[in-house]
């Protein structure tokens, strides 16, 4: 009883500190790329921006432009749905993204084409 009672007087008497607050960096070189993301312990450097934690979070999506955080924009580029077609691109029977050469021979093929032809 009296080491539970120790135990409890013990509690009590902890000194409860919060945490201290999160810093979020993103450091980058002089083209503007991330090179490294940081949250504590933070190395000696300039060329760092403090951002929230959903950026750092994407870092790799971001570059920055003029001392400010920018979203990377990628071209999509164009695209175009093939189907299954008697002609057209030969591939490997159900692999479909191993597109076979016009000189090579494959035993089990299959034919990809644009969907308007």
Known sequence: ???????I????????????PIEYRL??????????CSMQQHP???S??????????????YCVVKGKLTL?????????ALVPRDRGFAVVKNHAALLLETEETFK???YY????S
């Open 44 to 46: 000696e450097s300039d």
């Open 1 to 7: 009883m009296s080491n539970e009672s120790e135990l």
């Open 72 to 80: 990377i924009e990628h071209d999509t580029g164009l695209r175009v």
């Open 27 to 36: 450091h980058y070189n002089v083209a503007g790329d991330v090179v490294m």
């Open 113 to 116: 084409d644009y969907r308007n």
């Open 48 to 61: 760092y921006l403090v951002v929230t934690k959903a950026q750092y979070d994407l870092y790799h999506r």
């Open 9 to 20: 007087k013990a509690l009590r008497a902890m000194v409860v500190t919060e945490d201290p």
């Open 108 to 110: 089990n093929t299959e």
